[in-house]
């Protein structure tokens, strides 16, 4: 391989992370305000989003001009086929992160009176070792750890459906809790989201190792 394509690859692999680990940082936070409810925290995190969305862009096109000026092939194919991929996940991630900050800003209007809660806590501990173990696979290049991380998603489902039968429930007594409640639903969707997209990012590892794609697959 060419000294020059193979230092294009190497920084690409350093602006994924990059990438990856101020990902991970909006997972923390959105963690915390979750638990908090603060509206200031809320609210500086969705505008933090567009420096997500700028890292995302400049990383596909960096991707993409690689493609198009050294054709490469095999492995470094498919290591650039997986980054454009991951790098779509992780954004996706930031805006889920985003997503749960306005439910939690839609929520700060309608609490006052309403006694029910939810306990996020395990599911975003859940999700942010997933994120983390995912984004440690593609630096260690290791299948064994990313096939973990595939598995994993099942406790983040689980979680997820006892969410949704709690806030079913919780309607059913209160009707006139509706939005408030269904809300409070949302979050623990969007939590579910980023444990798919997770789980993504942990099957383009595996593929870009192995080259096989195990996405629908039994593991």
Known sequence: MPKHLQRELDNIKKRILSLGANVEERVHKVGGIIESRDIYDANRLIKEDVEIDDQEVEIEEECLKILALHQPVAVDLRFLIAVIKINNDLERIADEAVNVAQRVL??????????????????????????????????????????????????????????????????????????????????????????????????????????EIVRHSEY
């Open 106 to 211: 839609t929520m700060a209007k309608h609490s006052a009176d309403i006694d029910f809660t939810l306990e996020y806590t395990p599911m975003v501990e859940k999700v942010a070792v997933m994120l983390k173990g995912s984004l440690d696979s593609l630096i260690n290049m290791d299948t064994d750890m990313a096939f973990k991380i595939v598995i994993q998603d099942d406790d983040v489902d689980e979680i997820h459906t006892e969410a949704y039968r709690r806030v079913k429930a919780a309607i059913k007594d209160h009707p006139d809790w509706v939005s408030y409640l269904v809300n409070m639903y949302l979050i623990s969707r969007h939590l579910e989201r980023i444990g798919d997209h997770t789980t993504n990012i942990a099957e383009e590892v595996i593929y870009m190792i192995e080259g």
